[in-house]
């Protein structure tokens, strides 16, 4: 079975700082992953996914996350924080019909 | 081009009645999902269409919950009858091809549906 936990339901950085989510992953398979964005009264919005393709992946908005399989990671960055990337990330894991979500963290961007 | 969208964006109901939610997939999306957060936990599989039938309703949590999803468009998610731990953010996915491992789900806005 697949399925991914989220280390810090909150996360607070000054703008301009480096933004780090964190996104470990267990699969029996190799995994799928994917990043999702929800801003306030809004869907959730893909930032990004692994196909196994590359292991750093660049998605929109200037975020990039980088597969480790040794770590079971995928953790999301950014290297300056906007006042914009306000807002709850979640990481997901490709199950066989479905994705699979953590429990999400939010981001607060102080000024 | 039209993204997923779900009808209705809030609804507060009193325990024991019902609430029919809505979701309208991206045209030509076969695969329709829904998923449920409550509290703000993590974000739950419940079930998943494609076209008309149900292909995976593992994550329903129990038979108070109705999905259909006739003619292979629109589905609705009745729950019938409502209980205070209903409450929570109902979101609903579609994607083209399901068997692809690669594809992303694509989100509507979610329901906040609110149990009193």
């Known amino acids: 079975a697949q399925s991914v936990t989220q280390l810090g339901s909150h996360v607070s950085v000054s703008e301009g700082a480096l933004v780090l989510l964190r996104c470990n992953y267990s699969?029996?398979?190799?995994?799928?992953l994917f990043w999702y964005v929800q801003y306030p009264n809004q869907g959730l919005q893909l930032l990004l996914k692994?196909?196994?393709?590359?292991?750093l992946v660049k998605g929109i908005n200037g975020f990039e996350a980088e597969f480790k399989k040794s770590e079971t990671s995928f953790h999301l960055t950014k290297p300056s924080a906007h006042m914009s990337d306000a807002a709850e990330y979640f990481c997901?894991?490709?199950?066989?019909?479905?994705?699979?979500f953590g429990a999400g963290t939010r981001l607060t961007v102080k000024p | 081009e039209a993204g997923v969208t779900q009808f209705p964006s809030h609804s507060v109901i009193e325990k024991g009645q019902t609430v029919t939610l809505r979701c309208d997939p991206i045209?030509?999306?076969?695969?329709l999902y829904w998923y449920r957060r409550v509290m703000g936990k993590e974000i739950k599989f419940l079930l998943h269409?494609?076209?008309?039938?149900?292909?995976?309703e593992s994550g329903m949590p129990n038979n108070r919950f109705l999905a259909e999803r006739t003619g292979g468009t629109y589905s609705t998610l009745k729950v019938q009858p409502a209980e205070l731990e209903d409450s929570g953010v109902y979101f609903c996915?579609?994607?083209?091809?399901?068997?692809?491992?690669?594809?992303?789900?694509?989100f509507g806005q979610g329901t906040r549906l609110t149990v009193v």
């Open positions: 996915a579609s994607s083209q091809v399901a068997s692809r491992r690669d594809t992303e789900a694509f």
């Open positions: 699969s029996s398979v190799p995994p799928y």
């Open positions: 692994y196909t196994s393709a590359a292991t």
């Open positions: 997901a894991v490709r199950g066989n019909n479905d994705m699979r």
């Open positions: 045209s030509g999306h076969d695969n």
């Open positions: 269409f494609v076209k008309e039938s149900k292909q995976d």
